[in-house]
């Protein structure tokens, strides 16, 4: 099993549109886990941190589930701006220098 | 302004030629680490460093070195660019390891 998976996409919805992502993860004693958000050509920029009990941010849900060892993000109310691929990140088990990257998930919203 | 910078953003160069891609934050941030990042490969890392004097190889660090004299600066250096090592690459920064990384802008490097 891969450490951190997740699926590529790309995955084409309309505005306004609900959409969610998963990603799975290998080790099971990982601690932290977080959505990235890349731009076509531009640096990872950190969507938002994932708690063991879920959190919101706006339009924007995590969700982590430690029994299944994987995280889940949800969009609500898709906007054209969030088109980008979104990394799930979690760190390595016994490493204090080592987050792992997903591959990434391709959104494009469509008008 | 808090943030990570990494020069230069683009370089083109021959094989065999030796050079630096500098990495700086002002956040006096501990960790810092480099990532190269390929087309269906996603971000990789090739070194990270822990704190000064302090470094350590991540999953592809063949063909790269790096130093951590200062706690500010993190210098990714190549001996001998090769080909393969044409990719974009970004320098990151957290307070620890496991903390939210920043990432720099980015360099993207061709090696003919």
């Known amino acids: 099993r891969k450490e951190v998976e997740q699926d590529p996409g790309p995955f084409n919805v309309p505005e306004g549109a609900t959409v969610a992502f998963n990603c799975t993860y290998s080790?099971?004693?990982?601690?932290?886990f977080f959505w990235y958000r890349q731009d076509c050509r531009k640096e990872p920029k950190l969507l938002m941190s994932v708690y063991s009990s879920g959190n919101e941010d706006g339009r924007f849900t995590a969700q982590l589930n430690r029994a299944s060892q994987y995280i889940s993000l949800l969009i609500r109310d898709s906007k054209l701006s969030d088109s980008a691929t979104y990394l799930c990140?979690?760190?390595?088990?016994?490493?204090?220098?080592?987050?792992?990257f997903g591959k990434g998930t391709k959104l494009s919203v469509k008008p | 302004e808090a943030q990570v910078t990494q020069n230069p953003r683009y370089l083109i160069t021959v094989t065999g030629k030796k050079l630096t891609v500098t990495c700086s934050q002002n956040m006096n941030h501990e960790y810092m680490s480099w990532y190269r990042q390929d087309p269906g490969l996603g971000l990789r890392q090739i070194y990270y460093s822990m704190n000064v004097e302090v470094t350590d190889k991540g999953d592809v660090p063949e063909g790269y070195k790096v130093s951590r004299k200062e706690k500010r600066n993190f210098p990714l250096i190549l001996e001998s660019p090769s080909p393969n090592q044409t990719s974009l690459y970004f320098c990151?920064?957290?307070?620890?390891?496991?903390?939210?990384?920043?990432f720099g802008a980015g360099t993207r490097l061709s090696v003919l």
């Open positions: 990140v979690v760190n390595r088990r016994g490493s204090q220098g080592n987050l792992i």
């Open positions: 080790n099971s004693a990982s601690q932290s």
């Open positions: 990151a920064s957290s307070l620890a390891g496991v903390n939210i990384q920043y």
